[in-house]
C-alpha cells in the first residue's frame, strides 16, 4: 500500500519506529483512518472470503509504547481530546 507510509509513527528526531532491530518493520499509529481502513479490509478478505476460523494479532501490546504517540495525527487526537472533556466540565 503506497499510502501506508503515512501510516508509519516516526520518532522524536523523525525516523520510523521499528520492532527493535527489525528495521524493515515499522510501526504505525494505529487509529489513523487509512490504516483502519486497510485492517478491516484484510479482516473482511480473511473471514469472508477465506473463511478463517482463528486470527491472531501478534506484538498488539507494542502499539502502546510511547513513539507511537509522536505520529502527528495522535497529537493531534490528543488534543482534541483534551479540548471535549474541558468543554465539557464547563
Partial sequence: MPEAKEWVAPDYQGQPVT???QTFRKLV???HEGYKTYIKRVLKIAIEDIKVDLIH???SSV???APVFYHPLAVQHFREFLTKSILRNN
Wanted: charged letters at 10%.
Fill in 57 to 59: 494479532f501478534d506484538n
Fill in 19 to 21: 520492532y527493535g532491530s
Fill in 63 to 65: 502499539q502502546a509504547i
Fill in 29 to 31: 499509529y494505529f487509529q
